[in-house]
Nanobody, 123 residues
């Protein structure tokens, strides 16, 4: 069982930066693949980025490539999402998620979810 708690969301102007954190409970965090997802009002939850257990393999959806960076610190049981050059279309609730084994890119393949953190980018 893994419990996830996101933090770091907020209101930022376009072009600004935010760093999201996701703190995980449990001693087996390093065995989990992690993902960041987001959901804007009226839209489906979508993948943002994923990272494998060791941090050696990452994936980004096209709309955030070159702007966002996912990373993890297994000693601290934490996964991060550094978001730079933010755009109004990045506005959403951001969720972190965990699953045992290899990374996947669809939400229904993740077993554990945080409560979400709101990111609002003003124009």
């Amino acid at each position: 069982q893994v419990q996830l708690v996101e933090s770091g969301g907020g209101l930022v102007q376009a072009g600004g930066s935010l760093r999201l954190s996701c703190a995980a409970s449990g001693r087996t965090f390093s065995t989990y693949a992690m993902g960041w997802f987001r959901q804007a009002p009226g839209k489906e939850r979508e993948i943002v980025a994923t990272i494998n257990w060791s941090g050696s393999n990452t994936f980004y959806t096209d709309s955030v490539k070159g702007r966002f960076t996912i990373s993890r610190d297994n000693a601290e049981n934490t996964v991060y999402l550094q978001m730079n050059s933010l755009k109004p279309e990045d506005t959403a609730v951001y969720y972190c998620a965990a699953r045992r084994g290899i990374v996947k890119s669809t939400a229904n393949e993740y077993d554990y979810w945080g409560q979400g953190t709101q990111v609002t980018v003003s124009s």
